[in-house]
């Protein structure tokens, strides 16, 4: 049954009223016959068949809530005019991307169309501004938007919950249908332009983040990037959201995922690893996520400003004329300047409380101090932003009249959207910037301020400075904001800390000189350096390099609704056919089987570790034919598996990885003649009961010729950091020793040197042989890492000079995954079906029951 998340919620999301006619441009659709369009992409997928991207013009495909235009109509002619909104984060990325890459934007409209207009408007877009509009319907729009974007995601990612109904919306199922809808709607329309063999599809903050999933549906190979520009919380917060891993699963559809911090990284990377279960891993500077055959790549990396455009509204007639006003309002003062959404995570509150508290701690200061804070218009109107209106402007009035007098107010508020250039005459003036945020993505203040105080030269004009003077600035940020990592010179502070910030602000403005210019030059470096071009082309080459291997392997699409995802292997690695392999196994006569045990014949989560009567019946019967070399190779150690497979009286056991090995029950144990000494236990075993200690959910596992630490039942982070802690200790004090240190699936072990169970492979089939009974049937399956060997092994020891013939060979892993295996089998009921149909081959006959 599909899931209440699934994509069909809303009928409009189909409509024909979304679909535009085709325009002349090439398409990357074939028409085969007048009037009909071909599925070419979905059958390739399907098949993993796909030849190599062709050589049609490259796009690049920009996807946003809206887009980066301006759009206005004539009230008298009824006719619409759009121009570029040049300030757009969106229009500026363009600089980052070669001259041939064509740009498209699909993305919504800040201003509803009629319906009987949007065919002509969509139509005018697309040929003149290279955009694709999404014009979603009035009541969609505003539970999509206003409902879970911002009364939902918005909050969450910014670490509000809502406790109680008066603080933030509850979960409401219909608003996130809503979303799912919305987002299915932009993904129709990246469909119409985009030509999946060539372009790069780029998705942009949270308002999508489902949209990948529907073209990843689509277009198996798709080259897909995500950026989220806000926080993403902690995995505490996060695990709150009812739709929790439908997200994270959306996103895990993209080749690369952008973060502005490595915090923000970190936390959803958390999140993958509590709820999902994945590990990352680093490889030469870059993150990945395994997904089922794929590496989701991450990228950190802050957004930059474009220095042209704050350049150009320095050098603006207007911009000069308003600094001289400024200079003549503010005579005798300094400014501190700041700049902010009216909302709840601003701190808009607490950055006037501090101002407050600076003018009480510091009389002298009164008169000659003043706080210029600029508010930009709010971005919704609920109930939190007009109780953070109300407030600001309450506690600037408390302050003008508590410290103010005639002709001098310490807070300036201007509530009005402020232009650009009026913007940077602020910002030119100003001794310090302070950006107090109590939560924040992407604040590009900082970056805008210090570009500003380095001036040009109209500006250094209108201020009257000599050229070439010293430049200065001081930034006092939260340590909660995206940029704060990235201005190593600014003051950062806590903003909940009023009287921090207070002397923070003290430090700021009564700083030296040389100590001010030191730290702008720094900022101004980095900045001019990490513009929004360096940005965008950077994510773009970290792109590309994550797409590269997308026609190197066979895709399937598996899944319902926004659990599909994407299977990525090896063209050589496909599902065990059961009437392939027991037709070789009935044609051949001197068969090899080894098998792993916990995982394959047992399910690995089962609590019972014993096998069922069916597996033992199922053994028997294979090691009970004589053309048959039966083998269980496991980790476990020699009494547990000896014990518990006591009835199949002809069956080998490989324990504790080969380092025993015994041919039947009647045999003796075999020991690895690597090494009988074990002094080295005398060190590993205190290192081991030290972190068992300090990692509560932890154990040691003691074995005869090993010692595991185990950590599935701790807590995956905490886990997972200590593993990696252990493995370095261990290796360090076990270094002269002859053992190897190595980590596996939730475990640390340390085993003598040479102990493989790919040793085991070559030591049964060289018996065989000089038994004088050439192999020439060989099957070995196993699920986890320890398995590779055998699958590495029993190619290398089958196909090499050792045997006189190839036998046939089937290498299969249990689960689809990356392996060195050829075959896979989903799971342990699976391979004990196999087990069974091969019994049945055997000379006896015999009736296999699946269960388990």
């Known amino acids: 049954m599909l899931s209440r998340s699934c994509i069909n919620l809303v009928d409009f999301a189909s409509s024909d009223i979304f679909n535009f006619p085709q325009t002349p441009r090439a398409l990357p659709r074939m028409m085969t016959v007048p009037g009909i369009i071909t599925d070419v992409d979905v059958n390739e997928s399907n098949d993993g068949n796909s030849d190599s991207p062709s050589s049609s013009p490259r796009k690049q495909i920009i996807v946003a809530n809206f887009l980066p235009l301006h759009a206005q109509k004539n009230s008298e002619t009824g006719k619409w005019s759009f121009s570029f909104d040049e300030d757009s984060l969106l229009l500026q990325m363009k600089d980052g991307f070669s001259i041939d890459t064509d740009v498209f934007y699909v993305g919504s409209l800040k201003i509803n169309v009629d319906l009987s207009e949007q065919e002509e408007v969509a139509q005018k877009l697309l040929d003149e501004f290279k955009c694709v509009p999404t014009f979603l319907p009035d009541d969609l729009q505003k539970k999509f938007y206003h409902g879970f974007c911002k009364q939902h995601l918005w909050p969450l990612f910014h670490y509000m919950l809502p406790i109680c109904p008066d603080y933030g919306s509850r979960f409401d199922r219909v ?208 109930k939190d932003v007009q109780e953070a209106k109300k407030e600001t402007y309450m506690i600037t009035k408390r302050i003008n009249e508590e410290y103010g007098f005639p002709g001098y107010a310490p807070v300036v508020l201007i509530d009005r959207p402020v232009p650009l250039y009026e913007k940077t005459a602020y910002y030119a003036l100003a001794e310090c910037c302070i950006i107090n945020a109590v939560r924040d993505g992407m604040n590009l203040m900082p970056y805008k301020y210090t570009v500003c105080r380095q001036g040009t030269p109209k500006m250094d004009e209108a201020l009257e400075m000599p050229s070439g003077c010293p430049r200065t600035s001081m930034l006092v940020v939260s340590e909660f904001i995206g940029c704060s990592p990235s201005l190593s010179g600014a003051i950062r502070v806590n903003p909940w800390n009023i009287d921090a910030v207070a002397d923070a602000l003290y430090d700021a403005i009564t700083m030296s000189d040389v100590e001010k210019q030191l730290r702008h030059e720094k900022h101004y470096r980095y900045i001019s350096s990490h513009d929004v071009a360096y940005w965008a082309h950077s994510f773009m080459l970290d792109l590309e390099r994550a797409c590269r291997d997308h026609y190197g392997k066979r895709c399937w699409g598996i899944g319902l609704g926004l659990s599909f995802r994407i299977l990525s292997l090896s063209p050589s690695f496909r599902k065990l056919s059961f009437d392939h392999i027991v037709a070789a196994y009935k044609r051949t006569s001197r068969r090899a089987i080894l098998l792993d045990y916990d995982g394959t014949v047992v399910p690995e989560s089962s609590v019972v570790n014993n096998p069922s009567r069916d597996v033992i019946y199922v053994l028997r019967k294979l090691c009970g034919d004589p053309n048959n070399t039966v083998f269980i190779v496991s980790g476990r150690g020699k009494d547990s598996l000896g014990n518990w497979l006591a009835p199949c009286e002809n069956l080998g056991i490989a324990a504790e990885h080969g380092y025993y090995l015994r041919w039947n029950s009647k045999s003796e144990w075999e020991t690895s003649h690597v090494t009988s000494d074990f002094e080295w236990k005398k060190t590993a075993e205190p290192v081991m009961k030290l972190y068992t200690e300090a990692t509560d959910g932890s154990y040691i596992e003691t074995k005869e010729s090993a010692l595991v630490w185990h950590y599935q039942d701790a807590d995956p982070d905490f886990g997972s950091c200590q593993a990696k802690e252990l493995l370095d200790h261990l290796e360090s004090v076990l270094a002269n020793e002859p053992v190897v240190v190595k980590r596996g699936h939730n475990i640390v072990e340390v085993k003598p040197q040479g102990v493989t169970k790919g040793l085991v492979v070559e030591k049964v089939l060289s018996t065989m042989l000089s038994n004088g009974k050439l192999p020439d049937f060989v099957m070995c399956i196993g699920d986890d890492r320890s398995d590779e060997d055998m699958f590495e092994s029993i190619s290398s020891t089958a196909y090499g000079s050792s045997l006189p013939v190839a036998p046939e060979i089937f290498a299969c892993t249990v689960g689809q995954k990356p392996s060195k295996a050829r075959y896979y089998l989903d799971d342990a009921d699976e391979v004990s079906s196999l087990l069974g149909r091969l019994a049945a081959g055997s000379p006896w006959h015999y009736r296999f029951s699946t269960k388990v």
């Open 175 to 382: 608003l996130w249908q809503a979303y799912v809808s919305a987002n299915k709607i932009f993904a129709d329309k990246v469909m119409e332009v985009i030509n999946p063999e060539e372009d790069y599809v780029w998705v942009h903050d949270y308002h999508l983040m489902v949209l990948p999933t529907f073209l990843r549906k689509r277009f198996y190979r798709v080259k897909l990037g995500f950026f989220l520009h806000s926080p993403f919380p902690s995995s505490e917060i996060y695990r709150t959201l009812p739709v929790r891993n439908e997200i994270l699963k959306a996103l895990l559809n993209v080749d690369l995922i952008g973060f502005h911090t490595f915090d923000y990284a970190r936390h959803f990377l958390s999140c993958c690893s509590r709820l999902l279960g994945l590990d990352y891993e680093s490889k030469r500077g870059y993150i990945g996520l395994e997904y089922f055959g794929r590496t989701v790549y991450i990228k950190i990396l802050h957004v930059g400003i474009h220095m042209g455009r704050i350049e150009s509204a320095l050098n603006h007639p207007t911009s000069s004329i308003k600094v001289k006003e400024l200079q003549e309002q503010f005579k005798g003062k300094k400014i501190i300047v700041g700049v902010d959404d009216m909302d709840i995570f601003k701190g808009i509150s607490l950055k006037l409380q501090a101002m407050e508290q600076l003018l009480l701690q510091h009389p002298e200061l009164r008169g000659k101090l003043v706080l210029v804070q600029i508010v930009n218009p709010a971005r919704s109107m609920g």
